[in-house]
């Protein structure tokens, strides 16, 4: 039937039976709407419903709220002195433990709102024979079903909030706690440490260093670290959000999980992920190598902590990736435990070889070179795309540099060309 200009509304004695008698129907109603707001939230918001506890809290929670509100709309209780159903606070607070947006929250509300609207209006339209009477009733349950929505959602919210920080302060006392006993040597239980951690320790992992190596002190600076880990975790493995830990407001630890079979650390992906976001163009990042296990966990955090010793000390190199897999890492992390001796032995060894220049670099270049290659001329001259005799000129110009023949010390030329390499100007001499 239509609604004509000319005629007008019943008294609201009329509206208010009729709010009545929808609100009595849809009590019968329930198990069809309760089906019906599964099956969308499941469809668009699969996070909620990812458990099982989950799951039998949200029904909970929604026939309860559905319960009490149509009392509301029977008028048998006041807004204001509703108390909501213990299962929605309790069901807020797992939510926030569970790191659930609560967006999400909401739109399971909005869901249900929609839902139960849906039924009202539908049984009006079924029911109401007065156009104007019909109207009205829709839109005082309308107008309830937002009175009633926003009043739930101010202490939902309120819950979740108030739950969402002591679970993190909880969360993190605990976890900086486990992870103190790893790093410290300690083996807890797996199904003890991963929960604690938020973390999956079973399986391998690489440990990381990160850092800003132009704006340490930036107020954005862990914010950028975290999105550069989870970017370059990418790279890397589709097993996990990695573990991401600031060691001071400069500086951050993280781990990325690379599954049972293990993953080894692309340089060149990580490097194209760091040069091709402006956010992290001057992120620099140091690697352990794939640990297995909670004793994984912490070596490959140990090697990270070496490379980044290593990477720190010539931060003006520029490298965006030091893992302590590439060859000559884990021995210039050692002799860079005492720089002082570094510094030393370096001009001895090398002589004018030392000096912090671009001349000097092509020839401890060649020259270390010309070592990896067994001191073949054709091998390092396939290498460097260069002709044999301007290796054999280079390595006659390196000796002459040095001031000896390079069969003297010539362990100690060795190191000193790899501290060159991995420690730059932190070794070399730099005139002026």
Same mark, same amino acid.
């Given at each position: ?13 009329? &509206? ?18 309760? +089906? ?11 996070? @909620? ?5 989950? &799951?039998?809290?949200? !029904?909970?929670?929604?026939? %309860? ?5 149509? $009392?509301?709309?029977?008028?048998? =209780? ?22 659930? *947006? ?6 399971? /509300? ?7 609207? *849906? ?10 024979? +007065? ?16 009175? /009633?929505?926003? /009043? @739930?959602? $101010? ?18 006392? =605990? ?9 410290? #040597? ?12 938020? /973390? ?13 190596? =132009? ?29 991401? &830990? ?7 630890? %993280?781990?990325?999980?690379?599954? *049972?079979?293990?993953? +080894? ?27 297995? !296990? ?23 190199? !520029?490298?965006?990736?030091? *893992?302590?897999?590439?060859? #000559? ?16 032995? &370096? ?19 060649? @020259?270390?070179?010309?070592?990896? $290659? ?28 040095? %001031?000896?023949?390079?069969?003297? +010390? ?23």
């Amino acid at each position: 039937m239509k609604f004509t200009a000319g005629s007008q509304p019943e008294g609201p004695a009329d &509206v208010d039976a009729r709010i009545t008698e929808v609100a009595r129907a849809l009590f019968t109603h329930l198990a069809e709407i309760s +089906d019906s707001f599964h099956k969308e939230v499941e469809n668009s918001i699969p996070e @909620l419903v990812a458990e099982p506890a989950l &799951v039998e809290l949200l !029904g909970s929670t929604l026939q %309860g709220n559905i319960e009490l509100f149509l $009392e509301y709309v029977k008028g048998t =209780v006041a807004l204001e002195e509703i108390v909501l159903p213990a299962a929605s606070m309790v069901h807020a607070r797992r939510v926030a433990q569970r790191e659930i *947006s609560s967006v999400a929250l909401l739109r399971a /509300y909005r869901i249900a709102q929609r839902r139960v609207a *849906s039924h009202a209006l539908q049984e009006i339209s079924w029911t109401e024979t +007065d156009p104007a009477v019909a109207y009205a009733a829709a839109q005082r349950f309308h107008e309830m079903t937002f009175a /009633y929505i926003d /009043y @739930l959602s $101010e202490q939902v919210v309120a819950e979740y909030e108030a739950e969402r920080e002591r679970w993190v302060t909880n969360r993190n006392t =605990v976890r900086t706690a486990m992870l103190a006993s790893i790093l410290a #040597g300690d083996a807890p239980e797996i199904g003890v440490a991963e929960p604690a951690l938020g /973390y999956r320790l079973q399986h391998g992992h690489v440990g990381a260093v990160l850092w800003d190596s =132009v704006s340490p002190e930036s107020a954005d600076s862990l914010q950028r670290l975290e999105r550069a880990l989870v970017a370059i975790a990418g790279t890397v493995s589709k097993h996990a959000r990695p573990l991401f &830990v600031p060691s001071d407001q400069s500086q951050a630890w %993280g781990w990325i999980a690379t599954g *049972s079979h293990g993953t +080894d650390i692309d340089d060149t992906a990580i490097e194209s992920v760091l040069a091709g976001d402006r956010d992290f163009r001057t992120i620099r990042v140091a690697f352990g190598r794939t640990g297995t !296990g909670i004793d994984g966990f912490r070596t490959t955090h140990l090697e990270a902590i070496r490379a980044f010793g290593v990477a720190s000390a010539d931060d003006a190199a !520029g490298r965006k990736v030091t *893992s302590f897999a590439q060859a #000559g890492v884990r021995v210039a992390s050692l002799l860079s435990d005492d720089i002082v001796g570094a510094k030393a032995l &370096v001009p001895d060894a090398l002589g004018e070889l030392a000096a912090d220049g671009e001349y000097a670099e092509r020839l401890r270049e060649t @020259l270390s070179v010309f070592f990896e $290659e067994s001191m073949g001329y054709s091998a390092v001259a396939t290498r460097l795309h260069m002709h044999r005799n301007t290796v054999r000129y280079r390595i006659d110009k390196a000796t002459e540099a040095r %001031g000896r023949p390079l069969d003297v +010390d010539a362990v100690e030329l060795q190191l000193a060309l790899l501290l060159c390499r991995w420690l730059g100007r932190s070794v070399l001499r730099v005139d002026g």
